[in-house]
């Protein structure tokens, strides 16, 4: 029996394995956890690094802070110190506080908050300290801040000299030792018939300088301290409506008809130990001398080297402050009615009187009649008369302080024989300017 050929297979594709494909998705499971876990890691780092360069920017932010703080006390220490250990005003100084760590402070007269003319504004200093941190691991990484404070002057004492002197040796000058400087100004007129002002960004004390007669000739309103500063030259009045008053440190108190003027730079209450100075408002080499019907109203003093007249023809004279000694004015007053010997004579006998101390007064019990042509009367507020004389007696090319530190304002300190330092009143202070 032949074989026969068998019938054809047929092929069926075999089904995957379950376990083979179980094991592919848990190496992709795998994979998954992998990358999350080093994603969160990767966060979890950066974020820690996030942190701590945070910490480390705090750390240097509040180091450089401290060394701003620390930078403002030594500033304001030294301005109360001895003058000669400080830069000045206008100036500024750094010190190191470590390898890593120190400040700047700059001194600035005046107060960002005023006006340069406002009368307080030459009398502040605004102190800026800024600090520094750097970081120990980066010294191209500093961290920067700043503080600042705004003080102003108590003025305690002034300062002195014996005799008559050149009222002004110098063309410059400071308000306090180390301070700014400031310029005196020449009138560019020697007839003055309107404002005579003082620019009080530069010249705050309203100094005015000339070596020719100076005449007041009617409407002349100076407001400042006018000084004819030669030996043959004189201050002159004529016509009416001449006012006088000093600028910057006049107290209040005008007499009638003289308008308002700049205001002092102090508070209303004087700070402890503070003085109120009452500067010359009219000072000549030679002469001073009022033409008849001439009218003159002064707040403050007039000074004269020589002569001091008033001529007898319906002049009038009205002076608010305290009068000078007998050798600079009224030694010589009024020369129309009394000779000089008769005039000195007289005063030397009310010198010598029964308790009598005042000249003034003396004569209003005698023969003479002084109401009709000159009136002096005393200032509402008290002020200390003070004759100012600009020289340069440190030799700097500026002309001495008018203010000095006072000999009790003397610093804490182990060391005998301190010098005294100058005063100052704390305005307010700012951190993070």
């Excluded at 004569?363 to 009367?377: A, C, I, K, P, R």
Aim: aromatic share 8%; net charge negative; with cysteine.
């Amino acid at each position: 029996m032949s074989d026969l050929p068998s019938a054809p297979r047929s092929v069926i594709p075999s089904e995957a394995s379950p376990g083979r494909s179980r094991r592919g998705m848990s190496a992709m499971l795998v994979l998954v956890l992998i990358s999350v876990t080093l994603a969160v890691s990767y966060a979890v780092l950066r974020t820690q690094g996030t942190t701590q360069q945070i910490r480390q920017n705090a750390d240097l932010q509040a180091a450089a802070r401290q060394a701003a703080l620390a930078g403002l006390s030594v500033a304001l220490q030294k301005m109360h110190g001895d003058p000669n250990d400080w830069v000045g005003a206008d100036a500024s100084f750094s010190q190191s506080l470590g390898s890593e760590q120190g400040f700047t402070v700059e001194y600035a007269t005046g107060d960002p908050l005023l006006s340069q003319t406002a009368p307080e504004y030459p009398y502040r200093v605004t102190v800026t300290s800024t600090g520094y941190a750097q970081d120990p691991s980066d010294a191209a990484r500093v961290v920067y801040h700043a503080a600042r404070a705004v003080v102003q002057l108590i003025p305690r004492e002034v300062i002195r000299w014996s005799g008559w002197r050149d009222p002004i040796e110098v063309t410059t000058y400071r308000l306090y030792p180390r301070g700014a400087v400031y310029y005196i100004e020449t009138p560019s007129c020697t007839t003055l018939t309107g404002a005579l002002q003082p620019n009080l960004a530069t010249n705050p004390l309203g100094l005015f300088r000339s070596t020719s007669t100076m005449r007041l000739a009617g409407g002349a309103a100076v407001r400042g301290t006018l000084v004819v500063d030669c030996s043959s030259a004189d201050i002159e009045v004529s016509g009416t409506g001449n006012t006088v008053a000093p600028a910057g440190l006049t107290p209040d108190g005008l007499p009638a008809g003289v308008p308002s003027y700049a205001q002092p730079p102090y508070a209303t209450a004087p700070a402890s130990g503070e003085i109120r100075v009452r500067l010359p408002s009219l000072v000549s080499g030679r002469h001073f001398v009022m033409g008849g019907s001439s009218r003159l109203a002064v707040v403050g003093t007039i000074l004269a080297e020589d002569f001091f007249c008033i001529h007898q023809n319906n002049a009038k004279l009205t002076v608010t402050g305290n009068p000078a000694n007998r050798d600079v004015t009224l030694y010589k007053i009024l020369d129309v009615y009394l000779s000089n010997d008769t005039w000195t004579n007289d005063y030397n006998e009310s010198a010598a009187g029964a308790g009598v101390t005042l000249w003034p007064n003396w004569l209003s019990d005698g023969s003479f009649t002084l109401s009709n042509v000159v009136t002096v009367q005393s200032e509402a507020t008290a002020a200390r008369f003070h004759r100012y004389v600009v020289r340069d007696d440190d030799g700097d090319g500026v002309g001495d302080p008018l203010f000095v530190p006072h000999a009790d304002d003397v610093l804490p300190c182990p060391n005998d024989g301190e010098p005294p330092g100058l005063r100052w009143d704390l305005i307010r202070w700012e951190d993070g300017v």
